[in-house]
Structure formats: structure tokens, C-alpha cells
């Protein structure tokens, strides 16, 4: 009597759902965990099949309970497959099921204990997630460490290379200050005699020097005006500011309105002479391209002895644009020649000539920016010919 009453409230008070089926698969008791949890008033699911708690999309359960029935034996269910209780009010609940058979004089009969895992199955979908949240952080985090390690690879091969050119470009930096410090100071230091001149002159009515000095106050502020496109230009390169933008113009005007405008660079009779060949339309960025002939016209008049020519030939093909700039001045050295379009960089035998070392690498820039390619031939005091091409 005493183990029947165990078991008894053993069965009645349990947390687990039990439950107990006959043999034709009908539920002939159940504890009051199990009618919670699939939300059944007491005794209500006595003598009903136990298909009743199963989601009707497991159909063929009817035909394993039978298998089932034909070799019991105790055994845990949903270890390879999960398992769903349904709910009276149609809601279908994760479960996990443990199975014991026993028969005695009035039949077989089986055992159910119903654990809900709603609970479980939500976590582990949380750590599912943050797993899959986790290896996915790791791997873009080992993604950016071999970038990482990519780029330092580069870095270290581009600070190998820097430090052997360390004593070079120190010595470029100095020259640079002291060009710039120069080439500003003294524009402004001619601008300001030649003003007190003026004004003297003008007093004394003498305007051949009047007009003279005149004429040296509109080059220094060309000079001035020039450092600062130069470093105008740098900068827009540098910030990404500018924009390939090729319409098609009339190329061989266009070059030539560029030449009338840099007439009045040229110096103790300088002449540029314009050379065109093949098709007078073209498609190029005119801004890049008067940028283009703008440093090359000047530094060819900047570097061309007294009464020397510089030859600006232009050939329009259908599939290139190609542009020569040739003079007859001091010429680049093959020392110098390898340094020529980098920034700042000056050739030795030009730093008594004003400039900013800048044009030619704003110059490569451009023929970048246009697809399309710069190259040279120099001799040292027999002229150099620059020769840009652009793809149409």
C-alpha cells in the first residue's frame, strides 16, 4: 500500500509530463504536468488516441507506434530527430520523450515522459546565432588581419626602399625649401622695386623704363601665379578632386589658342612654332590638356636658350592623341633622368631656374588621370622632347 501511494504521488506531482497509453494507443491516464503543459482540463484527454498531441503533419505516427508496439522496449526519443507536442489551442512546443513499456495481466501498455524544450531550443538557437555571429567576426577579423599583414608586407618593402633612398630625398626636401623660399621671395622683392620705380619714372615721364619695369611686375605676378597653380594642382590630385571629363574639340585650334595665350612667357625672341597633322578633332579633358601644355610650353621656355625655337606638334589619329614638346635647352642628365616625375625633384643643372619641381609629376598625373602615358628624350645641352599620348 505504501509503494502504491509512492507511486502515485510520484505520478501526480512530477514536473515531467507522464503519461500512460494502451496497447491500441489510447491514453488511460495522465498526470496533471502533462495536462498543463498541452493545456487539457483534468481528464479531458482520457481515452483519446495519443495522435491527439501530435502535429498532423507527422502523419505516419500511427504506423511507428505500431512497429513500436511489436518490439517495445524502453529507449529516449528525438536524438537524431526533433520532436513536437501539440498544444489544445493548435500551438505545436519542442518536446523530448522517453519511452518504457510494461505489460501485466490486463495488457501492454506504454509509458510517456514529455519534457517541453522550449526553453533549450531557444538557447541553443541564441548560441546557434551568436556562434555563427562569432565565426563570422572572426573570420572578417582574420580577413582584415591578412590584409593587415599584406599591407605590412608592402609597408615593410616600401620602407626598405624609402630608407635607402633616405639621404636622397633629404637632400631633395632641402632644396625644395630653399626653392620655395626663393622663388616667392623674389617675384615679391622685384614687385616691390619695380613699383618705387615706376612711380619715379612716372614722375619723370620716362615710359620706355616705366613701361619696362612694368612688364617685370607682370612676370613676377606670372611667376607667383604659377607657383601657386602648382601647388593648387597638387592638392586637387592629392584630394581626389578632379575628374577625367574628354569632349570632343578642335584640337588644332585649341593648341593653338593655348600657344597665342603663352606667347608672352617667351623671352629675348623665343618662338613657338605649332606643327598638326591628321584630324583636327579630337576628345580630350581640356582643362588636363591646357594644364598639360601649360607646364611643358613654360618649362621649355624656362630651360631654351635666347632666340631658340620650341616645336609643339600635334597628331590626331582615330584611335590616339599624341603631343610632342620639343626644345633646344640645357638638356636632362642620365643621373637626373630616372627622377624626373617625381615630386619636388629638380635636375642639378637647373636649380638656378626658377621653378617648383612639381610640374612634371602634376603633369604624369594628368596623362594618369586620362589613361594615357607621358615619355622623354634628353640630352644634356641639346634639348629635350616630351611626348604625351592619349588613348581616343
Given at each position: 500500500?505504501?509503494?502504491k501511494e509512492g507511486i502515485d504521488a510520484l505520478f501526480l506531482?512530477?514536473?515531467?509530463?507522464?503519461?500512460?497509453?494502451?496497447?491500441?494507443?489510447?491514453?488511460?491516464?495522465?498526470?496533471?504536468?502533462?495536462?498543463?503543459?498541452?493545456?487539457?482540463?483534468?481528464?479531458?484527454?482520457?481515452?483519446?488516441?495519443?495522435?491527439?498531441?501530435?502535429?498532423?503533419?507527422?502523419?505516419?505516427?500511427?504506423?511507428?507506434?505500431?512497429?513500436?508496439?511489436?518490439?517495445?522496449?524502453?529507449?529516449?526519443?528525438?536524438?537524431?530527430?526533433?520532436?513536437?507536442?501539440?498544444?489544445?489551442?493548435?500551438?505545436?512546443?519542442?518536446?523530448?520523450?522517453?519511452?518504457?513499456?510494461?505489460?501485466?495481466?490486463?495488457?501492454?501498455?506504454?509509458?510517456?515522459?514529455?519534457?517541453?524544450?522550449?526553453?533549450?531550443?531557444?538557447?541553443?538557437?541564441?548560441?546557434?546565432?551568436?556562434?555563427?555571429?562569432?565565426?563570422?567576426?572572426?573570420?572578417?577579423?582574420?580577413?582584415?588581419?591578412?590584409?593587415?599583414?599584406?599591407?605590412?608586407?608592402?609597408?615593410?618593402?616600401?620602407?626598405?626602399?624609402?630608407?635607402?633612398?633616405?639621404?636622397?630625398?633629404?637632400?631633395?626636401?632641402?632644396?625644395?625649401?630653399?626653392?620655395?623660399?626663393?622663388?616667392?621671395?623674389?617675384?615679391?622683392?622685384?614687385?616691390?622695386?619695380?613699383?618705387?620705380?615706376?612711380?619715379?619714372?612716372?614722375?619723370?615721364?620716362?615710359?620706355?623704363?616705366?613701361?619696362?619695369?612694368?612688364?617685370?611686375?607682370?612676370?613676377?605676378?606670372?611667376?607667383?601665379?604659377?607657383?601657386?597653380?602648382?601647388?593648387?594642382?597638387?592638392?586637387?590630385?592629392?584630394?581626389?578632386?578632379?575628374?577625367?571629363?574628354?569632349?570632343?574639340?578642335?584640337?588644332?585650334?585649341?593648341?593653338?589658342?593655348?600657344?597665342?595665350?603663352?606667347?608672352?612667357?617667351?623671352?629675348?625672341?623665343q618662338k613657338l612654332l605649332q606643327i598638326h597633322t591628321g584630324?583636327?578633332?579630337?576628345?580630350?579633358?581640356?582643362?588636363?590638356?591646357?594644364?598639360?601644355?601649360?607646364?611643358?610650353?613654360?618649362?621649355?621656355?624656362?630651360?631654351?636658350?635666347?632666340?631658340?625655337?620650341?616645336?609643339?606638334?600635334?597628331?590626331?589619329?582615330?584611335?590616339?592623341?599624341?603631343?610632342?614638346?620639343?626644345?633646344?635647352?640645357?638638356?636632362?642628365?642620365?643621373?637626373?633622368?630616372?627622377?624626373?616625375?617625381?615630386?619636388?625633384?629638380?635636375?642639378?643643372?637647373?636649380t638656378h631656374i626658377q621653378g617648383t619641381g612639381l610640374g612634371?609629376?602634376?603633369?604624369?598625373?594628368?596623362?594618369?588621370?586620362?589613361?594615357?602615358?607621358?615619355?622623354?628624350?634628353?640630352?644634356?645641352?641639346?634639348?629635350?622632347?616630351?611626348?604625351?599620348?592619349?588613348?581616343?
Amino acid at each position: 500500500m505504501q509503494t502504491k501511494e509512492g507511486i502515485d504521488a510520484l505520478f501526480l506531482y512530477a514536473t515531467e509530463g507522464i503519461l500512460i497509453t494502451n496497447e491500441n494507443g489510447e491514453i488511460i491516464r495522465i498526470n496533471p504536468s502533462a495536462e498543463r503543459l498541452f493545456k487539457y482540463e483534468p481528464d479531458e484527454l482520457l481515452g483519446k488516441k495519443i495522435e491527439v498531441l501530435i502535429p498532423k503533419r507527422f502523419s505516419a505516427h500511427e504506423n511507428h507506434r505500431e512497429k513500436y508496439n511489436d518490439h517495445p522496449h524502453a529507449r529516449s526519443m528525438g536524438a537524431d530527430i526533433e520532436l513536437f507536442g501539440l498544444k489544445k489551442d493548435g500551438i505545436e512546443i519542442p518536446v523530448e520523450i522517453s519511452l518504457s513499456p510494461y505489460s501485466n495481466s490486463e495488457g501492454k501498455f506504454v509509458v510517456a515522459f514529455i519534457i517541453d524544450i522550449t526553453l533549450r531550443k531557444q538557447t541553443e538557437e541564441r548560441m546557434k546565432n551568436y556562434s555563427a555571429e562569432l565565426e563570422n567576426q572572426v573570420k572578417n577579423r582574420t580577413m582584415i588581419l591578412e590584409e593587415a599583414i599584406q599591407e605590412l608586407e608592402k609597408t615593410k618593402k616600401d620602407l626598405h626602399h624609402a630608407l635607402n633612398k633616405e639621404k636622397d630625398l633629404s637632400e631633395l626636401k632641402s632644396r625644395f625649401v630653399s626653392m620655395a623660399s626663393h622663388e616667392f621671395r623674389t617675384p615679391l622683392t622685384t614687385m616691390m622695386s619695380s613699383l618705387s620705380l615706376v612711380t619715379k619714372y612716372g614722375e619723370q615721364n620716362d615710359k620706355e623704363n616705366q613701361s619696362k619695369h612694368v612688364a617685370k611686375i607682370k612676370t613676377s605676378i606670372n611667376n607667383l601665379t604659377d607657383i601657386l597653380n602648382d601647388f593648387l594642382s597638387v592638392s586637387k590630385l592629392e584630394e581626389g578632386k578632379v575628374e577625367n571629363m574628354p569632349v570632343e574639340i578642335n584640337v588644332k585650334n585649341y593648341i593653338s589658342d593655348v600657344i597665342s595665350e603663352m606667347k608672352s612667357m617667351a623671352v629675348n625672341g623665343q618662338k613657338l612654332l605649332q606643327i598638326h597633322t591628321g584630324n583636327d578633332i579630337g576628345t580630350v579633358d581640356k582643362k588636363f590638356l591646357k594644364n598639360v601644355l601649360f607646364n611643358l610650353i613654360s618649362n621649355a621656355i624656362k630651360f631654351s636658350p635666347e632666340n631658340g625655337s620650341i616645336d609643339i606638334s600635334c597628331h590626331v589619329a582615330h584611335s590616339t592623341l599624341k603631343i610632342s614638346v620639343k626644345d633646344n635647352g640645357i638638356g636632362i642628365s642620365k643621373a637626373d633622368q630616372k627622377h624626373l616625375f617625381e615630386r619636388f625633384f629638380r635636375g642639378r643643372n637647373a636649380t638656378h631656374i626658377q621653378g617648383t619641381g612639381l610640374g612634371l609629376n602634376i603633369v604624369a598625373k594628368y596623362a594618369e588621370l586620362m589613361n594615357g602615358s607621358i615619355d622623354f628624350e634628353s640630352e644634356e645641352n641639346k634639348g629635350t622632347t616630351f611626348t604625351i599620348i592619349i588613348p581616343q
